[in-house]
Every structure is written in structure tokens, then in C-alpha cells.
């Protein structure tokens, strides 16, 4: 989060020497606040807003492990942005991205395991987001 209020600051430090006033954010966590992490998104957009919800994923087997398993995907929460809030969302999540891939090379997506049983789905097709949650 350092970089973020650096960089904040010295974008409102150049306004001001234009003739604006310069703005000074600070980020304070309330008692409350926790982190998660999450390894997967899902959510969706309305006419009014983004939805987010990030998740975690637990396998479960039942009987043989031949005959069905199950994941349970626990939605540990979900974010609301306006249009405009996503938007930034967006351009702060590709700078900082570009950021890290220079510095440690292209990310790569992890290939799910297909059954034989299965034909292999597309990357495209496992992680599209659509509707709400």
C-alpha cells in the first residue's frame, strides 16, 4: 500500500506546482478489518454496479474416490464497486500487474486437471466471470 500513497502524492505534488492544491490520503484499517485470500472470483455487473465475490475451495470426497467427489467453494467476500470504482479497479490492477511481470517474467495460468473422460475446456471458458453470485 506504500507505493500506492507514494505515487498518489507525487501525482498531486506535480498538480499543485500547476497552481491546484495537493491532497494527502491516509489509509487507516478499522479494528474489525481482516485479509483473506482468495483463490479464485466470481461476480458479475448491473446497470448500477460490480459485484466480486472472492473464494477458496475445499475438495471433499465421498466413498470411493472413483465415484463422486465434490468441492465446496466457501465465498469469503464480496466486493460492490460503482461502474466508475471498477473502472480503476481495472487500471490499477493492469499497472500493477505489468509492474510484476516485468520484474518476474509472464504469470502463468494454472491448467486444470481433465479427466480422460472429458473433453479439455478452454482457460477462457473455466474463468469467466458472469452474474451475480
Given at each position: 500500500?506504500?507505493e500506492?500513497?507514494?505515487s498518489?502524492?507525487?501525482?498531486?505534488?506535480?498538480?499543485?506546482?500547476?497552481?491546484k492544491?495537493?491532497?494527502?490520503?491516509?489509509?487507516i484499517?478499522?479494528?474489525?478489518?481482516?485479509?483473506?485470500?482468495?483463490?479464485g472470483a466470481a461476480?458479475?455487473?448491473?446497470p448500477y454496479?460490480?459485484?466480486?465475490?472472492?473464494?477458496?475451495?475445499?475438495?471433499?470426497?465421498?466413498?470411493?474416490?472413483?465415484?463422486?467427489?465434490?468441492?465446496?467453494?466457501?465465498?469469503?467476500a464480496?466486493?460492490i464497486?460503482?461502474?466508475?470504482?471498477?473502472?480503476?479497479?481495472?487500471?490499477?490492477?493492469?499497472?500493477?500487474?505489468?509492474?510484476?511481470?516485468?520484474?518476474?517474467?509472464?504469470?502463468?495460468?494454472?491448467?486444470?486437471?481433465?479427466?480422460?473422460k472429458?473433453?479439455?475446456k478452454?482457460?477462457?471458458?473455466?474463468?469467466?466471470?458472469?452474474?451475480?453470485?
Amino acid at each position: 500500500m506504500t507505493e500506492g500513497i507514494e505515487s498518489r502524492e507525487n501525482e498531486e505534488n506535480v498538480a499543485s506546482k500547476k497552481g491546484k492544491k495537493s491532497i494527502t490520503i491516509e489509509f487507516i484499517k478499522p479494528e474489525e478489518f481482516r485479509q483473506i485470500y482468495a483463490i479464485g472470483a466470481a461476480g458479475g455487473h448491473s446497470p448500477y454496479d460490480f459485484r466480486i465475490g472472492f473464494y477458496n475451495d475445499t475438495p471433499k470426497m465421498f466413498g470411493d474416490s472413483s465415484e463422486s467427489r465434490v468441492i465446496e467453494r466457501r465465498v469469503e467476500a464480496e466486493i460492490i464497486l460503482s461502474p466508475v470504482a471498477a473502472l480503476e479497479l481495472n487500471r490499477w490492477l493492469t499497472q500493477h500487474i505489468n509492474e510484476y511481470e516485468s520484474v518476474f517474467g509472464p504469470i502463468a495460468r494454472a491448467i486444470p486437471r481433465v479427466s480422460k473422460k472429458e473433453p479439455a475446456k478452454s482457460v477462457d471458458e473455466s474463468t469467466n466471470i458472469q452474474g451475480y453470485i
